[in-house]
């Protein structure tokens, strides 16, 4: 069956160092790949989607790449700030299975000064 | 914007008390979702629905049910709830591209 897989639990880094939250998958057809954040005690909510007209999907400074030959869909920022502290959920929806996402088990994210 | 409500927010009940979580959702979405969400396990589907008296399978249905009275609203049951039901509930509805989440109702079952 689908799966998505986020290695790390938690991932802690200074203001101002870079961020990748890594995220893989395995599904039988071509899934659209998805990145929702969900910050202390609010519902999460989408970052960023992999189907965006051929563009780098880019959202308050994060982006991600869809790799299919390395089955990858990681997180990437150049400069963390104190507000991404978040707990982020990389997300799959296969082709065939209508609008039903498989999540990942989350990756907490806290930046310190 | 988009608003996904759930009530209620809080509830302790028993090992064996009957619990109702309702969702109401007004983005006219088709697409309704109960998830539980657990440390360790991330967000996991019970139960989720395309319509109105429309009800599909999740990844973790057991000890759940599950009902879609209106394109508005989502009920999830509990008849017989159990201490491993404890947990933080997230209703959602979606469109064609993005899920939307309500606040959440936090249950504790003892």
């Known amino acids: 069956g689908d799966s998505v897989t986020q290695t790390e639990g938690l991932v802690t880094l200074t203001e101002g160092l870079p961020v990748m939250l890594n995220c893989t998958y395995q599904?039988?057809?071509?899934?659209?790949l998805f990145w929702y954040v969900q910050h202390l005690n609010e519902a999460p909510k989408l970052l960023l989607k992999s189907f965006t007209d051929n563009k780098r999907p880019e959202h308050q400074g994060f982006h991600a790449t869809l790799h299919k030959s390395s089955s990858s869909f990681h997180l990437q920022k150049s400069s963390a700030q104190l507000s991404d502290s978040a707990l982020y959920y990389c997300a799959l929806r296969a082709t065939s299975s209508g609008q039903k996402l498989v999540f990942g088990q989350g990756t907490i994210l806290k930046v310190y000064l | 914007e988009a608003a996904v409500t759930q009530s209620p927010r809080n509830k302790v009940t028993v090992t064996g008390g009957n619990v109702t979580l309702s969702c109401r959702q007004t983005?006219?979405?088709?697409?309704m979702y109960w998830y539980r969400q657990d440390t360790g396990h991330g967000l996991r589907l019970i139960h989720y629905s395309y319509g109105a008296g429309n009800l599909q399978i999740g990844d973790v249905p057991d000890g759940y049910k599950a009902t879609r009275t209106t394109q508005e609203d989502f009920f999830l049951l509990l008849e017989l709830a159990s201490p491993s039901q404890t947990s933080l509930y997230f209703c959602a509805s979606s469109d064609r591209v993005e899920q939307y989440f309500g606040p959440g109702t936090r249950l504790t079952v003892l």
């Open positions: 983005n006219s979405h088709n697409y």
């Open positions: 599904s039988t057809y071509s899934p659209f």
